[in-house]
C-alpha cells in the first residue's frame, strides 16, 4: 500500500490546489461526473451535494476520493483527461497524455508512476501566466469584481462575457446568493479564457459602453505589481 500511495493518490495530493482552482468553476458538473463512475459512496455523495461553497465541493469530493483507496483515484485522473472533461475545463490540458496506471500493474510499476508524477508536476507553473506573459486574473480579483456587478449579472454575462444562456440559467439554480451566481459566473468565464483570462482582458470587457460598470470597481485590475 504504500507503494501505491506514491502512484494515483500522490499524485492526486499534490495537484489538489490546482485542480480546486480550476473545477471549482463547475462543481456541480464535476460531482455528476464523478458519481456516475461511482467514485463517491452515497453518504459522500450526498455531503459533497449539500456543500454550498464550489471550492469547498470540490475539496471535500477530492477528498474522498483520495480516501476511497487507489482504485478511485484512478478513475479520478482517467475521468479528468476525458474529452467531456477536458472541454468544461480547458485548464486541466496538462493532464493530457499522462498514463494512468491500472490496479493490476503492480508494485513493479511504482518507479515508473512516481517519474511520471514528477514529470507532470513539472508541467504546472507555479505562478498561472497568460499567454502575453501577465498574470492570470485571481479569485481574489474575480470576488470583488463581483462584488460590483448588481442584478444585471446575467446581461453582462451574455453581452460582455459572451457565456452561454443555458450557462447562466445552470448557475442561477445552482446558487441561491447573488454573489454566489456572479462568482460563479465570473470563474466560468475564466476557465473558458484558459491562458488568455488576463486582469486586463476582464477589465476591458467590463469596460464596454453599454454595460460599463464603476471605474472605481473594476480599474483595479490594471494595477501592477
Given at each position: 500500500?504504500?507503494?501505491?500511495?506514491?502512484?494515483?493518490?500522490?499524485?492526486?495530493?499534490?495537484?489538489?490546489?490546482?485542480?480546486?482552482?480550476?473545477?471549482?468553476?463547475?462543481?456541480?458538473?464535476?460531482?455528476?461526473?464523478?458519481?456516475?463512475?461511482?467514485?463517491?459512496?452515497?453518504?459522500?455523495?450526498?455531503?459533497?451535494?449539500?456543500?454550498?461553497?464550489?471550492?469547498?465541493?470540490?475539496?471535500?469530493?477530492?477528498?474522498?476520493?483520495?480516501?476511497?483507496?487507489?482504485?478511485?483515484?484512478?478513475?479520478?485522473?482517467?475521468?479528468?483527461?476525458?474529452?467531456?472533461?477536458?472541454?468544461?475545463?480547458?485548464?486541466?490540458?496538462?493532464?493530457?497524455?499522462?498514463?494512468?496506471?491500472?490496479?493490476?500493474?503492480?508494485?513493479?510499476?511504482?518507479?515508473?508512476?512516481?517519474?511520471?508524477?514528477?514529470?507532470?508536476?513539472?508541467?504546472?507553473?507555479?505562478?498561472?501566466?497568460?499567454?502575453?506573459?501577465?498574470?492570470?486574473?485571481?479569485?481574489?480579483?474575480?470576488?470583488?469584481?463581483?462584488?460590483?456587478?448588481?442584478?444585471?449579472w446575467r446581461e453582462i454575462g451574455r453581452l460582455a462575457l459572451?457565456?452561454?444562456?443555458v450557462k447562466l440559467e445552470q448557475i442561477e439554480e445552482d446558487?441561491?446568493?447573488?454573489?454566489?451566481?456572479?462568482?460563479?459566473?465570473?470563474?466560468?468565464?475564466?476557465?473558458?479564457?484558459?491562458?488568455?483570462?488576463?486582469?486586463?482582458?476582464?477589465?476591458?470587457?467590463?469596460?464596454?459602453?453599454?454595460?460599463?460598470?464603476?471605474?472605481?470597481?473594476?480599474?483595479?485590475?490594471?494595477?501592477?505589481?
Amino acid at each position: 500500500m504504500a507503494e501505491r500511495l506514491t502512484g494515483e493518490i500522490q499524485l492526486l495530493r499534490r495537484l489538489k490546489p490546482e485542480l480546486i482552482n480550476i473545477l471549482s468553476a463547475d462543481a456541480d458538473f464535476l460531482l455528476q461526473h464523478t458519481d456516475s463512475r461511482c467514485l463517491l459512496s452515497s453518504l459522500n455523495y450526498q455531503q459533497v451535494k449539500s456543500l454550498h461553497v464550489p471550492s469547498e465541493k470540490v475539496r471535500d469530493l477530492l477528498d474522498h476520493v483520495i480516501q476511497r483507496g487507489p482504485e478511485a483515484a484512478q478513475g479520478l485522473l482517467q475521468l479528468l483527461q476525458e474529452n467531456v472533461m477536458q472541454d468544461t475545463f480547458p485548464m486541466l490540458d496538462f493532464l493530457k497524455g499522462m498514463q494512468v496506471s491500472t490496479p493490476s500493474t503492480g508494485e513493479k510499476e511504482a518507479p515508473r508512476k512516481r517519474k511520471e508524477a514528477s514529470e507532470l508536476e513539472e508541467t504546472i507553473p507555479s505562478k498561472q501566466i497568460c499567454k502575453n506573459g501577465s498574470r492570470l486574473v485571481t479569485e481574489k480579483q474575480l470576488m470583488i469584481v463581483a462584488r460590483g456587478i448588481g442584478r444585471s449579472w446575467r446581461e453582462i454575462g451574455r453581452l460582455a462575457l459572451d457565456i452561454p444562456a443555458v450557462k447562466l440559467e445552470q448557475i442561477e439554480e445552482d446558487h441561491s446568493l447573488h454573489m454566489e451566481r456572479v462568482f460563479a459566473m465570473l470563474r466560468y468565464w475564466r476557465t473558458r479564457q484558459k491562458e488568455n483570462a488576463s486582469p486586463a482582458l476582464l477589465h476591458s470587457l467590463l469596460s464596454a459602453e453599454d454595460w460599463a460598470l464603476p471605474p472605481e470597481s473594476i480599474d483595479f485590475l490594471l494595477e501592477t505589481g
